[in-house]
């Protein structure tokens, strides 16, 4: 009964001989027009679509195009008005019913069959939707897309990552007018007053409302503020969000006040993707509004949580865990750690519980660096014996500080955490800790300890965005002396960067190889970390080995580091850069053996040298890459070739 046309796409052709023709609605015999449209899909049912103006959002766009009436025909109720022309008062779940019966009445039923359509359900009564005409506020936007595009196309405002930026540019070139109106009990009701004779009236109070009410007419000068009606709807609430970086700083009341003009416009906006328009883009236009400025400058847009099956994290689905749980479980840095560990910019977070014990083990690991230092006693007549060790983990500790902010100023926190992770776990407490450590039970010299502990208060400061609950804990400790009450490690300034001794890393990384493999010669001999061993180098590069004697000798267990230059026959030997290494035993090493494992490396030797040739003959590769990349390349080349020649060697020797 709401019908206003049937509409046929004008390439069908099947329904040819209906162009320009009219229809007659069966119990009601109103006559409609048959329109024509693409918009209609000709392999859907039969292609014939009805348009129905008042009840169908779709429908409502295809009546503006063809000038087709708008026939509301249901009350508010959900019963039908006197538009409809029959079943008038009726509920719509019995019309419906009763309509079947009246089509066969008339002869106007073909036939019935069963159907599945999509019908919107009310969240919160599980009430069906019916769409419905009605009176509402909108907010024009055209005006005030275009200078929040160009702030973002021009780079003024930075989408992190930038793929959201075509996104942004989509919804906004195609933005339609905002409906800022809502049929709420509750929110921040609309500043409009009806008069009785239906005008209305836009003001800030009812007293002004009734001041601009009899300027409309010399009728309206009898008026009193009884008789105006405030208009019952809410606004939207994104209509309030969107003043939020101006309303927070109390910029409407007090435009001028020192809050907003040292805040506004502010840094950085973190929020999710899917409200990017609704209130991010809004924002701006605002700011740009009402302030002439843009909110803020950076918008680092998260991922949504799912699990590790690629899931999105639900109710329904019964996959989303407990935070407070997890924390019970894990602490709530451990969490937070678990998180970021898991969570690139802009990218969806696949959440697996293995993480947030991961930063479990991480706290733990800092508390007992903790303690192990805690634990130490000074003996202030000892020299040091650890200047190289410190002088390492310095230069190590301003690389890693180096590659930390510079993941911060690209937003890429989880790479800066695990930059985090790696100089805190692996190099401050697998080597540094254990290149100082005192023997068991004995003192430590009063400059190595004031330098440990001030290494680990400057890793406080940079742990703590990622864990300010341990962090926090641990600064305040007497280890690091009296601090006032406000002395807090969150608002510690970060440690600034210092000199960056490269030769210095690079040999200590040699160092760390040689150590390694010192430890897996005894985990493949079985021999006991206790037992100590002799260790001999032929060397070929540029490191200085005695220099770093004392930490081999204490992190190896070795009783003696000496240069040769001659390979030492019954000796397990082994590599580092190209530098060869020999471990003289008592008993005799097997042939076979020593020969099964040269020829496995000198396999990977040749598979990883054929590599790294077919990138330096790639003519591409070779004119776009960096010159220092390719110069990484050459060295990995030159390495790979002297490791080979020394292992063709000990084949030759062995007689494999």
């Known amino acids: 009964m709401a019908d206003a046309a049937i509409c046929i796409n004008p390439n069908d052709e099947r329904y040819l001989h209906l162009h320009g023709k009219k229809a007659i609605i069966p119990l009601i015999n109103r006559e409609i027009p048959i329109i024509l449209d693409e918009y209609v899909t000709m392999d859907f049912g039969t292609g014939c679509l009805k348009v129905t103006p008042a009840h169908d959002l779709n429908d409502y766009e295809l009546g503006i195009k063809h000038n087709l009436p708008v026939i509301d025909i249901l009350n508010d109720d959900g019963t039908l008005n006197e538009k409809a022309q029959i079943l008038v008062g009726v509920d719509r779940f019995v019309a419906r019913k009763k309509i079947a019966p009246l089509l066969e009445e008339a002869g106007s039923l073909e036939k019935v069959e069963d159907y599945k359509s999509q019908i919107g359900f009310s969240e919160r009564t599980d009430a069906v939707i019916e769409p419905k005409l009605s009176m509402q506020w909108f907010c024009k936007m055209d005006q005030l897309a275009k200078p929040a595009l160009d702030y973002v196309l021009n780079g003024d405002i930075k989408l992190i990552p930038e793929k959201f930026t075509n996104t942004y540019r989509h919804w906004m070139e195609n933005v339609k007018d905002w409906c800022i109106s809502r049929q709420l009990w509750w929110g921040q009701q609309i500043p409009a007053w009806y008069l009785p004779n239906g005008q209305y009236v836009i003001a800030k109070t009812n007293e002004e409302a009734l001041a601009e009410a009899k300027k409309l007419s010399a009728d309206n000068a ?6 105006l009606i405030q208009d019952e709807d809410v606004l939207d609430t994104w209509f309030s969000s969107w003043l939020w970086p101006i309303s927070v700083f109390d910029g409407f009341k007090d435009p001028e006040n020192a809050d907003i003009n040292y805040y506004y416009p502010t840094n950085d906006l973190v929020t999710a993707p899917e409200i990017l328009f609704f209130w991010v883009a809004r924002m701006i236009m605002a700011g740009h509004e009402f302030r002439g400025k843009l909110p803020f400058e950076n918008v680092y847009l998260t991922g949504i949580v799912r699990d590790k099956l690629g899931r999105k994290m639900s109710k329904s689905l019964g996959n989303s865990p407990d935070p407070i749980e997890l924390i019970e479980k894990f602490g709530a840095d451990g969490v937070r750690v678990g998180m970021l560990l898991c969570s690139p910019a802009g990218n969806d977070l696949m959440f697996d519980e293995s993480y947030c014990e991961q930063g479990r083990n991480f706290a733990n ?18 020299s040091n014996p650890n200047k190289i060790a410190i002088e390492w983990f310095d230069s190590r500790f301003n690389q890693a500080l180096t590659e930390i902010e510079d993941n911060f100023k690209q937003y890429r926190l989880s790479e800066a955490l695990m930059a985090t992770y790696k100089l805190v776990w692996d190099d401050y407490c697998a080597w540094y800790l254990e290149m100082i450590k005192p023997v068991y039970q004995q003192p430590i010299d009063k400059e190595t300890y004031a330098v440990t502990v001030s290494f680990f208060e400057n890793i406080l400061k940079i742990l703590h965005p990622f864990m300010p609950f341990i962090t926090e804990e641990l600064w305040h400790d007497e280890l690091f002396g009296e601090r006032s009450e406000m002395d807090c490690c969150i608002v510690a300034q970060l440690p600034k960067n210092g000199e960056i001794n490269t030769h210095l890393l690079a040999a200590t990384e040699s160092i760390k190889q040689v150590v390694t493999q010192i430890r897996n010669v005894r985990n493949s001999k079985q021999i006991s970390p206790k037992e100590t061993l002799p260790l001999a180098v032929k060397p070929s590069g540029n490191i200085n080995y005695t220099t770093y004697g004392s930490i081999i000798s204490k992190l190896g267990n070795v009783t003696e580091l000496t240069t040769v230059e001659d390979k030492i026959s019954g000796a397990i030997s082994f590599m580092v850069g190209t530098d060869e290494f020999f471990v003289p035993m008592e008993e005799t090493i097997d042939p076979a053996v020593e020969c099964e494992r ?59």
């Open 365 to 382: 690991k800092i508390w007992n660096a903790f303690k192990l230092i805690k634990g130490w006693e000074i003996d202030e007549n000892l």
């Open 598 to 656: 040269l020829k496995k490396e000198k396999e990977y030797l040749d598979g990883f040298l054929r590599s790294v040739n077919a990138k330096l003959s790639n003519e591409r590769f070779m004119s776009n890459a960096k010159p220092d990349i390719i110069d990484n390349e050459l060295k990995k080349k030159n390495d790979a070739e002297a490791k080979l020649k020394i292992i063709e060697e000990n084949l030759a020797a062995l007689a494999c």
């Open 222 to 227: 009898s008026l009193t503020a009884a008789d």
